[in-house]
């Protein structure tokens, strides 16, 4: 995905140039085919590439393509690699952009975010083949759910977590397992890295009816929203597309309550189950 994101963004960066592939062929001296297979991330391309390319476009020192290039040196072949072949594309690829990103925000309505899920939540999801997969299945997205929650370990992440009152109250399955989830939340609430704020039912004006996550790239431009749907996630990554979300989220945080309140609040539920 992270190829494919690389090869976007050049081709975005000749397009503000106002060339055709054509055109950046014969000005780069490079074949047009080649050149369009990088752009559509079929195919690698170099750090020393992707300056020239930038530098051909207008834009050739700047923290974008900075970025870019090091994306391009980058050949991380991450713990999800284990799963190639045995869950969805789209399941790696939130995998491997966790992994390289180092903030992440999200909102969440009806669901408690994958990633503060314990294991018999995450089981109780799974259990019935609401989702049409076998039982082999459910249980390596079990497993690669739980292993994606490793990404809380690190030091270096900020993650921005929003859920909506909703989302607490709904029990997948009985009081005994709603109430170990809310406490989970909380105590992985006291890490440094998380900041949980919670939206309440009684917040009046509240309008965002959309479930985010905005991943962190390392400069804005290479930021990626994902939206989940229930035949898989969608990614956006169009300038315009950023800017809603980032909006959006910030709107959502600013309702919410603040990060003590919300703890307390969390509580109170778990007291009430």
């Known amino acids: 995905m992270r190829q494919e994101r690389l090869g976007k963004e050049l081709r975005k960066l000749r397009e503000r140039a106002g060339l055709g592939l054509r055109e950046a062929a014969r000005a780069t001296g490079i074949n047009e085919g080649k050149l369009s297979n990088v752009e559509a991330g079929r195919v690698g391309v170099s750090a020393e590439r992707v300056r020239f390319l930038a530098g051909s476009y207008g834009d050739a020192e700047t923290p974008l393509v900075d970025a870019l290039a090091v994306m391009a040196t980058e050949r991380v072949r991450g713990w999800w690699e284990e799963y190639r072949g045995q869950l969805p594309r789209g399941f790696l690829d939130l995998a491997e952009l966790e992994y390289h990103t180092r903030h992440l925000r999200t909102f969440e309505i009806v669901f408690i975010p994958g990633l503060l899920q314990t294991e018999e939540h ?152």
């Open 122 to 273: 995450v089981r109780a999801i799974f259990s019935d083949g609401t989702w049409g997969t076998a039982e082999d299945q459910r249980e390596l997205r079990t497993q690669f759910r739980l292993r994606r929650q490793q990404v809380l370990n690190r030091d270096d992440l900020v993650y921005d977590v929003v859920i909506h009152e909703a989302a607490l109250r709904i029990r997948r399955a009985d009081r005994s397992i709603a109430r170990r989830q809310l406490l989970h939340i909380l105590a992985e609430s006291e890490r440094p890295q998380v900041a949980l704020r919670v939206v309440p039912f009684d917040m009046d004006g509240f309008r965002i009816g959309y479930a985010p996550t905005i991943i962190g790239g390392p400069v804005p431009q290479l930021d990626t929203v994902l939206m989940d749907t229930p035949h898989g996630g969608n990614y956006l990554d169009a300038e315009a597309q950023l800017d809603r979300y980032r909006r959006g989220f910030a709107q959502v945080q600013k309702q919410a309550l603040g990060v003590v309140e919300s703890r307390n609040f969390i509580h109170s539920l778990a007291q009430q189950i």
